[in-house]
Nanobody, 116 residues
């Protein structure tokens, strides 16, 4: 089992920045992939960014150039730095962890609200 604890959400004005963190604990091995997804009410959960334990990176087109995903493998923690935030970035952001043949593990979600 793997547990995920997210932090860093909140209210920010348009153009502002936030950094989300997600710490994984439990039975962890490499290789693995840690990702951020986001979801608004009534909509599907969309991938925002993903990073592999070996350095693989993937970003959704709608965040390229504004968001940066990174990770600290020693701490099993993934970060999402979000710059130039827009009202349409408002969502619940979820951390996802996947390794080997395991089913994906999800965090509890953290609310990000971009509003003036």
């Amino acid at each position: 089992q793997v547990q995920l604890v997210e932090s860093g959400g909140g209210l920010v004005q348009p153009g502002g920045s936030l950094r989300l963190s997600c710490a994984a604990s439990g039975s962890i091995f490499s290789p693995n992939v840690m990702s951020w997804y986001r979801q608004t009410p009534g909509q599907q959960r969309d991938m925002v960014a993903a990073i592999g334990s070996g350095g693989f990176l993937n970003y959704a087109n709608f965040v390229k150039g504004r968001f940066t995903i990174s990770r600290d493998n020693a701490k099993n923690t993934v970060y999402l730095r979000m710059n130039s935030l827009k009202p349409e970035d408002t969502a619940v952001y979820y951390c996802k962890f996947q390794q080997g043949g395991d089913s994906a593990y999800w965090g509890q979600g953290t609310q990000v609200t971009v509003s003036s």
